[in-house]
């Protein structure tokens, strides 16, 4: 075999361990969770310290402030999707798969019968694991022509589409998963 051939199988080679080792470490990071902090009165929700909750129902790994907590603004529907693109490119909390809910994820946290306070004071209705201070709703990804779908969580929830840009109700909640 000549020396340009060996070359090139030796680059082939060195290419196909390191996505073997790269492929190896995603899956060793997901399969090896950190061991809860916290978890929520009726053990649906566990906080593993590094700014993300799990919901063992949807399998769903929440932050556990939202974006008002974190940078203490508005945001439209536009800077959202910008942000969680910045949390990827961050690894925020060792992931690179963070992005808005959907309508059906967003609802889900929801629950009439859990009290949480959010930025204003006001009641909310999620559970009392995620910090308090938070806005009374998210963007979600669902949207058509320059409106997006919010979900709330005050008063008796429900989602209203907001504008892209001038919303007022500009929270978000990023969100990955759902996990196994």
């Known amino acids: 075999m000549r020396f340009g051939s060996r070359l090139i199988l030796w680059a082939v080679w060195m290419v196909a361990a390191a996505f073997a080792v790269g492929l ?9 969770k ?29 932050t556990s402030k939202d974006y008002w907590q974190m940078e203490n603004k508005w945001l439209n ?14 690894k925020f909390a060792g992931y690179t798969n963070w992005r808005l809910p959907t309508v059906e994820e967003a609802a889900s946290l929801y629950n ?3 009290r949480n306070i959010d930025k204003d004071g006001d009641k909310i209705f999620i559970d009392p694991i995620f910090s308090k201070g938070a806005g009374w709703s998210t963007w979600t990804s669902e949207g058509k022509q320059n409106k997006a779908l919010v979900v709330s969580y005050k008063d008796e ?11 007022t109700d ?11």
């Open 170 to 180: 500009a929270f978000l909640r990023p969100v990955r998963g759902p996990s196994s």
């Open 34 to 62: 950190p061991e809860p902090v916290g978890i929520s009165s009726d053990r649906r929700f566990e906080d593993f310290g590094d700014g993300t909750i799990r919901d063992r129902e949807t399998g769903l790994i929440w």
């Open 112 to 114: 009439r019968r859990k």
């Open 77 to 90: 529907w536009y800077t959202a999707n910008e942000y969680v693109q910045r949390m990827n490119n961050k």
């Open 157 to 167: 929830g429900g989602e209203t589409y907001q504008d892209k840009i001038s919303g």
């Open 24 to 32: 190896a470490s995603m899956v060793w990071a997901e399969a090896v």
